[in-house]
């Protein structure tokens, strides 16, 4: 990571904003600022190296690119702190860091060429000052206290467009059910809603809701619609978890203390890292075509209506900071929904101790060890999201182990041999992944 961090930093100051780098011994290939700032984005999705991104000093080069004039590489640098920003104790960092910047583009009244919209309107930029809990917008708004004779207008500004106030109805006063889901499951996301509704539930889902907005208005519609909802059906897959957008009405759901209903969307997807923690050691039901449609909307209509009713308590988690769970710990073991015919997910590979000179275990490294090439293989295309085509022949347990050990010696040298264990041509992408992965042993 220490060595995407420098060729990003590279970039940002050449004049064609690209870097040469050296995947192999001898050949060399160009990357955009912007590609880099991808692959970076892809490696914080993992907890774990949220922190250690900020540590190899990836927040000056971000602060370069916000305050530069390249409005594609402002979108990739917020795009990369709202992903930074789920972590707690990055927070104040960001903070710190970028108050002026953040602020001076919240309240900038020029669209931008890249987005089409005011920078306070970008989704990340709210996602952001929402995970900051209002930092960003709060500046903007002492600011314009500070300047009466700017007040008012400066005020519209900010807020856009005033909204008239919605007529209360029977969806207002009794609640409604939330489905959060990845548009890569909206036909699935949209069958179950057209069946919930035949059945009398008033159903809030974004492409019914969010027509015509911009991105100032959807956050704000989509707190509304976790405020006012009765039950969140978080509809859980792999690119759900990928989503900070998703994350960001998870955890939303979760801070206010709402029922939430898992739904497995993904056949044999099993929740990992922010989900895997969200639902513990919790209920789901699956979707995902194991069972029929109908059985498992039989299930659902069930726990929806016992909850409306209140004929059982609502079944939420306690608030709690979210952390990352280090390999080997159990998870979480209370859930985050009830209800009946309750599935626990089964674990294809064991939680291993990190195999590390920081507490690592002999025992867990073995294990590592003795996986054969199609343990191996089924791991990391399970966690790294890897066709079998994309890795090396000849991969093992033995060579995941060897490249764990070189992580944690010399950065520069993990990624030349990592690049080496995949299909050749292995493109930036596919090494993100494969790297992840092996931050997770």
């Known amino acids: ?31 955009h600022a912007i590609e880099l700032a991808q692959c970076i984005n ?29 409005e594609d590489e402002i979108a990739a640098a917020l795009d990369i702190l709202f992903t930074l920003s789920f972590r707690e104790d990055n927070r104040e960092a960001i903070k710190q860091q970028f108050s002026d910047s953040l602020q001076r583009l ?56 005033k909204q008239e106030p919605r007529p209360k109805n029977k969806e207002s ?17 949209m069958r179950i809603k057209d069946a919930l509704s035949q059945h009398g539930f008033q159903v809030w889902i974004d492409y019914e809701r969010m027509q015509g907005s911009d991105g100032g208005s959807t956050l704000s519609l989509m707190a509304e619609a976790v405020e006012g909802c009765f039950a969140f059906l978080m509809c859980m897959s792999r690119t759900y978890k990928d989503s900070n957008n998703c994350r960001l009405e998870a955890e939303y759901a979760y801070k206010k203390q709402k029922m939430i209903v898992p739904l497995l969307m993904e056949h044999r997807y099993r929740p990992s890292g922010w989900l895997g923690i969200m639902l513990g ?23 929806l209506r016992k909850a409306k009713n209140g004929e059982q308590p609502e079944a939420v988690v306690s608030e709690k900071p979210h952390r990352a769970v280090p390999a080997g710990e159990p998870s979480p073991s209370r859930p985050v929904s009830a209800g009946s015919r309750e599935h626990h ?16 275990s002999v025992d867990g490294a073995s294990r590592v060890r003795a996986w054969t090439r199609e343990q191996t293989v089924g791991w990391l295309t399970e966690r790294a999201d890897l066709p079998e085509s994309a890795l090396a022949p000849s991969i093992s347990g033995a060579d995941l182990h060897f490249l764990v050990t070189a992580r944690d010696r010399d950065a520069r040298t993990f990624y030349r041999l990592a690049e080496r264990y995949l299909a050749q041509p292995a493109s930036v992408h596919s ?3 494969f790297v992840n992965a092996l931050y997770e042993l």
């Open 1 to 31: 990571m220490q060595f995407l961090v420098d060729s990003l930093k590279e970039a940002t100051k050449s004049d064609n904003r690209t870097c040469y780098v050296s995947l192999l011994d001898a050949d060399y290939q160009t990357y």
């Open 42 to 70: 892809r490696l914080a999705l993992n907890e774990v190296n949220k922190k250690l991104l900020v540590g190899f000093g990836l927040l000056p080069v971000l602060k370069t690119m916000l305050d530069g004039e390249a």
């Open 106 to 161: 919240y309240s900038s009244d020029q669209p931008s060429r890249h987005t089409r919209r005011l920078w306070r309107s970008y989704r990340p930029m709210q996602g952001l000052d929402l995970n900051l809990g209002g930092f960003v917008s709060g500046l903007c708004a002492r600011a314009v206290d500070d300047k009466p004779q700017q007040q008012q207008q400066q005020k519209q500004l900010l807020k856009g467009k």
């Open 173 to 189: 006063e009794t609640g409604h059910v939330m489905i959060s889901y990845q548009h890569e499951n909206k036909q699935l996301a």
């Open 281 to 303: 050691m919790g209920m789901y039901r699956d979707f995902s075509g194991k069972y029929p449609f109908e059985v498992k909307l039989a299930e659902l209509l069930e726990v």
């Open 345 to 360: 997910f089964p674990s294809a590979y064991p939680a291993l101790p990190p195999i590390n000179g920081q507490g690592g």
């Open 431 to 433: 090494l993100a992944r």
